[in-house]
């Protein structure tokens, strides 16, 4: 009965390569988001999706491309990655519409690239 | 620009022994103010949302505060199962109502 789900959960690469991370939530939400945290552990959002339109698009290489096929899901893939793309990526979702607006997050994507 | 500043960074305390953390921010109209624990290798928990100056909220030992400049998160009594870090986002009325996430507290609570 996980709430917001992430695969894979950890991702080695070579620089250069294309990867995707997908992201799953069953709590009938209707906006997704995706963080980046860096070694530090902050976290910064880079998108967000409400009602599979993109409504939050941070300053973020145009080499990261979010999709969104349902409300349930939001996937981001990564072309050409480099080494400062090395972080953990977090999924989150929310009710915003009529609801409160908390952020539930996932477990984490943790990204490698070599 | 909102933003928000957590102190202290880390915090080592013995089992029993109450504090308090701090969550500075400044908004141009709080939406809501979100404490949330992390564990290592874990997402985010949530914690509490806090929307209005002189609100309260209470879970076992955490109780979180909120001013029109700052929120306190105060450990009552706290065990080691409490050591986590603690993660204050703000969210503002313009714009996207994105949250604005803190550099977070490293709490340590010692047996």
């Known amino acids: 009965d996980t709430a917001v789900s992430q695969t894979p959960k950890y991702l080695v690469t070579q620089m250069g390569n294309d990867k995707s991370i997908k992201c799953e939530q069953n709590l009938g939400h209707d906006t997704m988001y995706w963080y980046k945290q860096d070694s530090k552990k902050f976290l910064k959002i880079m998108f967000s999706?409400?009602?599979?339109?993109?409504?939050i698009n941070e300053t973020v290489p145009n080499r990261f491309s979010p999709k969104s096929p349902d409300k349930a899901h939001l996937n981001l893939h990564i072309n050409s990655l480099e080494l400062g793309d090395s972080a953990v990526y977090f999924c989150?979702?929310?009710?915003?519409?009529?609801?409160?607006?908390?952020?539930?997050f996932g477990p984490g994507t943790r990204l490698t690239v070599l | 620009e909102d933003q928000v500043t957590q102190s202290p960074e880390a915090l080592r305390l013995q089992e029993g022994e109450s504090s308090s953390l701090n969550c500075s921010y400044t908004v141009s109209g709080l939406r809501g103010l979100f404490w949330y624990r992390q564990d290592p290798g874990k997402g985010p928990e949530f914690l509490f949302t806090?929307?209005?100056a002189g609100e309260e909220k209470e879970k076992e030992r955490l109780k979180a505060t909120l001013t029109k400049k700052e929120s306190f998160l105060h450990i009552t009594a706290p065990k080691p199962e409490d050591s986590a870090t603690y993660l204050c986002a703000v969210q503002g009325t313009s714009g996207t109502y994105k949250y604005i996430f803190g550099t977070g507290t490293r709490l340590k609570v010692l047996a």
């Open positions: 806090l929307y209005s």
């Open positions: 989150a979702s929310s009710l915003r519409t009529g609801g409160l607006d908390t952020q539930y």
């Open positions: 999706y409400n009602n599979k339109e993109l409504i």
